[in-house]
Structure formats: C-alpha cells, structure tokens
C-alpha cells in the first residue's frame, strides 16, 4: 500500500528534543544527568493554579469553550496588560491559544500567503523556520552580526534587497537571552509599520528580564500582533496554554481558523490560567533563583572556554562560543551527555550556518544542579 509522505514533514529536528530524549534514556538507565537543554522551568505551576484545577475537575464538566478563550481568561489576561504595562487592551483583542506554539501557527496562516517572505532574526528559536517552512512561507534569517537583537535598520536593509511581507522577533530572545532596548524596539516596530511589514512580537519572556522592566511592542503600536504563554515565567509548559494579543482585522480571522485547527485551548487549563496571575510573589521566588543561576554562569561558562556570544538580558538561556573546544557543537554536545552527564543543546537547532561553533545551556534548575554541571564539565574538560 503507498503512503504518501508531504515534503512539509522534511523539516530540520528540533535537536534540543533529541537531547532530551536521549538524557532521559540515560536516566533510565540509572546515570545521574543534569539536564541544562530544554527552556523547562524546573518548578511545578503555582500552588493557586494546581488548586483551581483541582476544584475544576471535582466541581464541574471540563469542554469545548468559545474558540477565543473564556471570558474570564481573556479580561484577565487584558487586565495583566494594564496592570505590568500600563497599556490599554479590549478582551476582544485577546485570543486563548494552546500554548504559544498554535499562536504561531495561527499567526502565520492568518497573516500570509505560501511564496510570502518573512523575516526572523538569526540565530533564533527553531520553531519559527520550521513552521513557516512547513507552511510555505520563504523564511528570510536576518543575520545579527555584531548586535544581538534585531533592528530597524537591519529590516529596512533586508525590505530594500526585496520586500518582506513580515517580522517576527523575540525579547528577551531565544537562545540568546538578549533583549531590545526601548527605543530600538519602538524604533523597529515604527519602521516596519511604515514600510507596510507586519509584525509578531514574541513575548513568551517577558517578566524573566534581570536588566530591566518589560517593554511590550504593544506600546509602540496597536497593529502588531503579540504572542506569549504561561509556559516560562508562570511554570505551566504541560499545560499547553499561551495568548495572542490581535490587530482588531485578525481577530475574525484568526477565530474562524482557530475553530477549524484546534477547536479551543484545553478549558482546564484556561481555568487554572486565570489563578497564576494572582501567584506573583511565589512566581518571583522562583525568578530570583534564575537570577543566582544567571550570575553563577555568567561567572563560570567564561572560565570553561564557553565564552557568552550575547549578553544574558532574560529569559534563562546562556548562549556561548564553543569555537575553543570544538567546530561541532552538534557532536560535541552528545560526548559531554554521555561523558560528563550534562545534557545541552547544540547550536544548530538555532543557526543552520553558523550553530556548529554555539551552545545553549538553559538555566532554569536549581543553584545546586547549576554549580554541579559546571563541575562535571570542567573535571570533563581537563
């Protein structure tokens, strides 16, 4: 029998899931593995949103809810926007989505066509190029060269060479962890706004910047459109629940192909949403160690050869120069899982052209597992 195979399938492995994978097989195995590869808060969700899911599953019937998300999810979220940002946004502006992975698969379908250039920052988180890849997108990386976040005139220079129908930037980004200074970012969103390129802001960091306070792109303009989840700062990745804020015109749109893809975000999980916006001090707790993590790699990765290719802004990734030790990271990563027993991920999954010379380590464990890898690694490295 022939089994047809679509060439959207031929996409690049997300290898940080590779090593994962192979981390946990390691473990079953009975080795003792730090694992510093995947951007997984190593905290469960907050105490309020386990209770409210709780309550949830013992007090009611768990469906289907309004493809946008329920009402209560949708103000609370607008509320968040007013109360961190001191920016005003409708509910109606406001989409539930499973996770920020469907809000990028949204995004994309609702705003281009197949053979339409967009532009993503490199390096970059692998999912952008994959699903935009898969979509039919022509997906343009915008080398950063010498600055570590996008900027106006970089896209101004890549629209001129040929014109972009979209950008899409993270800050703080991944795997860099750099984030854009106000008004570079209100520069950036200003300048794409004039030159008719549409805009994603992914978000997905914010409240995890150690440099200084959130500035979101909402408040530079109210036609970008705004991706972010509770999967980092607010410790819910199983939960699989992430928001968009919309351009009025992509709300309808939006919807229509939300209703036929994934019907709606788990009604679970949006009533658990709701109680993490009431968790900030124990969610804090969990940022300042994030912080001492931060410190004590800032510290040790240089000392280890791993010098920082980016200044690490938010979000809790260092992204180092591996250029000392190897020419490929992708192999490289592989010998220290199972030589040193800590796991990382190789730079390809976020440069095709240039990841054979970076890593990735996430720091979003415990102190105690940060300084022990460092250990390992070094002892490994003598």
């Not at 005139?153 to 950008?167: D, N, Q, S, Y």
């Not at 999954?349 to 464990?365: E, L, V």
Request: proline share 5%.
């Amino acid at each position: 029998m022939a089994i047809a195979i679509s060439r959207r399938g031929n996409v690049e492995p997300f290898h940080a899931m590779d090593i994962l994978a192979e981390a946990n097989r390691l473990r079953g195995e009975g080795r003792s593995i730090i694992s510093m590869a995947v951007g997984q808060p190593s905290d469960p969700a907050p105490r309020a949103v386990r209770e409210a899911a709780r309550n949830a599953l013992e007090n009611g019937r768990i469906g289907y809810t309004d493809s946008l998300g329920t009402r209560a999810l949708r103000e609370a979220i607008a509320a968040h926007y007013a109360d961190h940002y001191g920016v005003s946004v409708s509910p109606c502006r406001v989409a539930v989505t499973t996770g920020s992975s469907a809000g990028f698969n949204l995004a994309f379908m609702a705003m281009f066509d197949a053979g339409d250039r967009v532009g993503i920052a490199a390096p970059g988180y692998p999912a952008y190029r994959n699903i935009m890849a898969a979509l039919g997108l022509e997906v343009v990386e915008i080398r950063l060269e010498d600055r570590p976040y996008l900027t106006a005139e970089m896209v101004e220079a890549e629209h001129k060479r040929a014109p972009l129908k979209g950008i899409l930037f993270a800050s703080p980004a991944n795997p860099t962890g750099a984030s854009v200074p106000p008004e570079e970012l209100d520069m950036l969103v200003k300048t794409a706004e004039a030159l008719g390129i549409a805009v994603i802001s992914d978000e997905i960091y914010h409240r995890l910047n150690f440099t200084g306070a959130d500035h979101t792109a909402l408040s530079c303009s109210d036609t970008v459109t705004v991706i972010n989840s509770f999967s980092k700062y607010y410790c819910m990745t199983g939960w699989r629940i992430g928001w968009m804020v919309l351009p009025e015109k992509l709300v309808r749109p939006i919807e229509r192909i939300q209703q036929s893809l994934y019907i709606s975000a788990p009604e679970l999980s949006q009533i658990a949403a709701v109680a993490a916006f009431s968790a900030t001090d124990e969610l804090e707790a969990v940022k300042q160690r994030y912080a001492a993590n931060r410190e004590l790699l800032g510290e040790r990765l240089p000392l280890l050869r791993f010098p920082l290719a980016a200044p690490m802004d938010g979000a809790f990734y260092a992204y180092c120069d591996v250029s000392q030790l190897t020419n490929d990271s992708m192999q490289f990563a592989k010998r220290m899982l199972a030589e040193a027993g800590v796991a990382a991920t190789p730079g390809r999954d976020f440069d095709t052209d240039y990841g054979h010379r970076f890593m990735r380590f996430s720091y979003a464990g415990s102190l105690e597992e940060m300084a022990e890898a460092t250990d390992r690694i070094a002892n490994w490295l003598r």
